[in-house]
């Protein structure tokens, strides 16, 4: 099943070779790297929206060295429990978590705006497809997904709707609120615990909650490490510049993690 829509005229799009068309001739190379670029610029706002390369890269260096594989488990058999076809990852960034799930479905599909989280996605594994697009029009058709899942990334509503089949599924991941709690104090003069409820809040017009799960992970992190998680979260530049430094001195750093995971089902 062709699940990628064109950006343009909304049909669906084939993929021959290595080019994707739909029946408007319109075209879309496969790039090198293994990923096709679907963020046309009728829809872009900015010249490199999305996460920066350095936050890309940060990310890159944390999650390779396992601290958040406890998540990646939970999610990855959250899916297989749900037993589907089709899967779209939302901001699925440089592709940790989608190159997990991708063995549980039949169809995988990682989505971000950012190009350069998107090439380097494309290394890890051959049997995704790889996009860049945006969340605001999401590159794919009306009713042929069974779970979306957005792992700390926008969760686009209507578009999610929009593709999902009757009664599939959306995973959200979100910070549970002492998520990083040591990490933050030692940024910020006040922290205010995250507010994961507010997503079912907002979704709950639309969508059943049908599973919640609360994943902790004890990070014991060495200077590198503690590096990497500053700078792939928006505590990078939302702290004082002093504050961030004084905490990059330490050698070692004791912090605990905990998500939120949210199943939904469409009503
Ligand atoms: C915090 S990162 C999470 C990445 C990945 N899911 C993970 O957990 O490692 C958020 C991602 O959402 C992407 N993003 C932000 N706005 C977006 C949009 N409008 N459409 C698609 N992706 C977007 C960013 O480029 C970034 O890669
Ligand atoms: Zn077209």
Request: neutral net charge.
């Amino acid at each position: 099943m062709n699940l990628l829509m064109c950006p343009v005229c909304r049909e669906q799009l084939k993929l021959t070779e290595r080019t994707w068309r739909c029946d408007n001739q319109h075209s879309y190379d496969v790039a090198k790297q293994g990923y096709v670029n679907l963020h046309v610029v009728q829809h872009k706002h900015s010249k490199q929206p999305g996460d920066t390369p350095e936050s890309v890269q940060a990310r890159r260096t944390f999650l390779t060295a396992g601290h958040y594989a406890p998540l990646q488990q939970a999610v990855v058999s959250k899916i297989r429990q749900l037993r589907i076809e089709n899967l779209l990852d939302i901001g699925c960034g440089e592709g940790y978590y989608t190159n997990a799930m991708q063995a549980e479905v039949m169809q995988c599909v990682g989505v971000d705006i950012a190009k350069n989280a998107v090439q380097v996605a494309a290394k890890l594994n051959k049997l995704v497809t790889w996009v860049v697009g945006t969340g605001a029009v999401l590159p794919v058709r009306d009713e042929t997904i069974d779970l979306c899942t957005s792992l700390f990334s926008p969760i686009p509503q209507a578009e999610i709707l929009r593709v999902l089949k009757p009664q599939a599924h959306l995973l959200v991941v979100t910070p549970a609120a002492q998520h990083l709690y040591a990490m933050r104090e030692a940024l910020f003069e006040e922290v205010q615990p995250h507010e994961p409820e507010k997503f079912v809040s907002q979704l709950s017009a639309e969508f059943n909650l049908v599973d919640e799960q609360l994943i902790q992970a004890p990070l014991h992190l060495n200077q590198e490490d503690l590096k990497a998680l500053i700078a792939m979260t928006p505590y990078a530049y939302k702290a004082k510049p002093e504050k961030r430094l004084a905490l990059e001195q330490q050698a070692q750093f004791e912090v605990n993690a905990a998500f939120q995971i949210y199943v939904f089902q469409k009503r």
